[in-house]
């Protein structure tokens, strides 16, 4: 069996382990007949965390896991479970968007064009920002021609 670990903190893209305990959370939370709100109380959150939580949006905290799993009469480690490398891929092909850019992916013909197709994924994912992805996909020189643009419209009025 694989270890699995959990994407850095930093990463603002949702998790398929975050995503794996909120589908762990909910599926326990329907079967003990338990509102979001009930589960929220017991737990010293908001029924939107909870949503949040159970759609793997939010991290659960390790304090706030061991509150819902005694408010669904159920333990931490039941929760978190276990997650062979096959069950991370299936959710990551889950994602809205993933299985259209892996067909799309799988239809380049040319080497090339796929390895400049990941450089250019690669990239967007290390800048978030939209301001960030125009900074790694411009070149200086247009970015300089392109303030000098501004500097002329600014002056001129």
């Not at 931490?76 to 994602?95: C, F, M, V, W």
């Not at 850019?101 to 990941?118: C, K, Q, T």
């Amino acid at each position: 069996m694989t270890k699995l670990q959990a994407a850095p903190v930093t990463d603002l893209a949702t998790d398929p382990v975050d995503i794996a305990i909120g589908a762990r959370i909910r599926t326990r939370r329907e079967a003990r007949r338990i509102t979001q709100a009930q589960l929220a109380s017991a737990a010293g959150v908001t029924f939107q965390q909870v949503q949040k939580y159970e759609r793997g949006v939010n991290r659960v905290s390790a304090a706030r896991l061991l509150l819902i799993a005694a408010a669904l009469r159920t333990t931490g480690a039941d929760l978190l479970g276990e997650l062979e490398a096959g069950d991370l891929d299936a959710l990551a092909l889950a994602r809205p968007g993933a299985s259209d850019m892996l067909e799309a992916f799988n239809r380049i013909g040319s080497v090339d064009a796929r390895d400049a197709a990941l450089t250019v994924l690669r990239a967007m994912a290390a800048h978030s920002s939209p301001r960030d992805l125009r900074a790694a996909f411009t070149s200086p020189d247009a970015i300089r021609a392109e303030n000098r643009g501004a500097d002329q419209r600014v002056g001129a009025h």
